[in-house]
């Protein structure tokens, strides 16, 4: 599957059920509720891999107790960085909200149409993903929490910094719980 056109629809009953409810170590396959688009997708399900992204953004909702935009997000990889961010900027979000589009400031809950962009430069390839899972699953975590209103903090401990200057502000469940042919750190 190309990395190009993978799209992954995050949704509520999915990723609740899925990283709500299952113990930290579980790892899960993820279907759409529904009939919508696929919630998480196995990269490799003859081999047992699980998908870094679907794993990530379940770990993410586990981290906030909460799924942003209704449910409805859009992960997407390989793409260009938007104008106005840092060229080496590794991922942003995109919204519409009441406030406008990508306002932090609007309710949360008036989010719509989101969708966390993937850089192309840092994360290419599943087995990217993989080796470089540690950053991803804080990434990731990161970015849902700017699609749950939060913006970013000045404490370099904080998952929501701006800049990781290092693993101390990674959620434990990144830690722990690892695609399956990711290795520790």
């Given at each position: 599957?190309s990395?190009?056109?993978?799209?992954?629809?995050?949704?509520?009953?999915?990723v609740?059920?899925?990283?709500?409810?299952?113990?930290?170590?579980?790892?899960?396959?993820?279907?759409?509720?529904?009939g919508?688009?696929?919630?998480?997708?196995?990269?490799?399900?003859?081999?047992?891999?699980?998908?870094?992204?679907a794993?990530?953004?379940?770990?993410a909702?586990?981290y906030?107790?909460?799924?942003p935009?209704?449910?409805?997000?859009?992960?997407?990889?390989?793409?260009?960085v938007?104008a106005?961010?840092e060229?080496?900027?590794?991922?942003?979000?995109?919204f519409?909200?009441?406030?406008?589009?990508?306002?932090?400031?609007?309710?949360?809950?008036?989010?719509?149409?989101?969708v966390?962009?993937?850089?192309?430069?840092r994360?290419p390839?599943?087995?990217?993903?993989r080796?470089?899972?540690?950053?991803l699953?804080?990434?990731?975590?990161?970015?849902?929490g700017?699609l749950?209103?939060?913006?970013?903090?000045?404490?370099?401990?904080?998952v929501?910094?701006?800049?990781?200057?290092?693993?101390?502000?990674?959620?434990?469940?990144?830690r722990?719980?690892?695609?399956?042919?990711?290795?520790?750190?």
């Amino acid at each position: 599957m190309s990395l190009r056109t993978l799209t992954t629809a995050v949704l509520a009953a999915c990723v609740l059920v899925g990283a709500l409810a299952l113990p930290a170590g579980a790892v899960a396959a993820q279907r759409a509720v529904g009939g919508g688009p696929t919630a998480a997708r196995n990269a490799d399900p003859a081999a047992g891999a699980q998908s870094p992204m679907a794993l990530a953004a379940a770990i993410a909702g586990r981290y906030w107790h909460a799924v942003p935009c209704q449910g409805r997000v859009r992960i997407t990889t390989q793409q260009a960085v938007p104008a106005g961010l840092e060229p080496d900027s590794d991922a942003w979000v995109t919204f519409a909200s009441s406030g406008g589009p990508n306002v932090l400031a609007a309710a949360p809950s008036s989010y719509t149409n989101c969708v966390i962009g993937l850089g192309r430069l840092r994360w290419p390839t599943t087995a990217s993903m993989r080796s470089d899972w540690d950053l991803l699953c804080m990434t990731m975590t990161h970015e849902f929490g700017h699609l749950l209103g939060r913006v970013h903090d000045e404490a370099p401990a904080s998952v929501m910094a701006a800049v990781f200057t290092d693993y101390s502000s990674e959620p434990q469940a990144c830690r722990t719980t690892r695609p399956r042919s990711s290795r520790p750190s």
